[in-house]
T-cell receptor, first 113, second 116 residues
Framework: KAGVTQTPRYLIKTRGQQVTLSCSPI?????VSWYQQTPGQGLQFLFE???????NKGNFPGRFSGRQFSNSRSEMNVSTLELGDSALYLC????????????FGPGTRLTVT | AQSVTQLGSHVSVSEGALVLLRCNYS??????LFWYVQYPNQGLQLLLK??????LVKGINGFEAEFKKSETSFHLTKPSAHMSDAAEYFC??????????????FGKGTKLSVKP
């Protein structure tokens, strides 16, 4: 079974621009969560989507948003990029239900200049 | 609110020595517990998990962890370190109830170095 895939793997953007990152979960997984990883703050939860609905949201400003499509693929969008948004963005999928195991993709490395 | 504390941001061991990475959690109700490993420029790989049942949990690559409710701990061990174990290790928790199971709360991570 193919793992979680994320595109693109690397991205360089300028302050003020917006960016969209994509995540394809493992086949059959219906829940997708997004995390931001930085050296200073570590791994922080952004949001979770299940069946195209946002279930949970972390403590991030409204510039961070996401969505999930009917095939469970998910995108996250960051508008008006700031230098502090430079990070590794990881998505993880799980089957939902009684499963609590999350399987992570390789991440998208976003650099904001 | 739940939190996770990993003692020691860097741990160095010799090849063949015991690996011990410490993790303590703070929660009014025991959560589900996980250890993940991250190699450079890669995502996170699940090493092992504790949900219910036996408190000593065995994972991949020879790692194991023991859930101790009285000590609110979930330390990760491996009897004999291998060079390939050099990586960053993260302890994480998720609540058992409340609908927030998709939200993993991570510790700050411990970088493990293995000396030849």
């Amino acid at each position: 079974k193919a793992g979680v895939t994320q595109t693109p793997r690397y991205l360089i953007k300028t302050r003020g621009q917006q960016v969209t990152l994509s995540c394809s979960p493992i086949s059959g997984h219906r829940s997708v969560s997004w995390y931001q990883q930085t050296p200073g703050q570590g791994l922080q939860f952004l949001f979770e989507y299940f069946s195209e609905t946002q279930r949970n949201k972390g403590n991030f400003p409204g510039r961070f948003s996401g969505r999930q499509f009917s095939n469970s693929r998910s995108e996250m969008n960051v508008s008006t990029l700031e230098l502090g948004d430079s990070a590794l963005y990881l998505c993880a999928s799980r089957t939902s239900g009684s499963s609590y195991e999350q399987y992570f993709g390789p991440g998208t490395r976003l650099t904001v200049t | 609110a739940q939190s996770v504390t990993q003692l020691g941001s860097h741990v160095s061991v010799s090849e063949g020595a015991l690996v011990l990475l410490r993790c303590n959690y703070s929660s009014s109700v025991p959560p589900y517990l996980f250890w993940y490993v991250q190699y450079p420029n890669q995502g996170l790989q699940l090493l092992l998990k504790y949900t219910t049942g036996a408190t000593l949990v065995k994972g991949i690559n020879g790692f194991e962890a023991e859930f101790k409710k009285s000590e609110t701990s979930f330390h990760l061990t491996k009897p004999s370190a291998h060079m390939s174990d050099a990586a960053e290790y993260f302890c994480a928790v998720t609540p058992v109830h409340g609908g927030s199971q998709g939200n993993l709360i991570f510790g700050k991570g411990t970088k493990l170095s293995v000396k030849p």
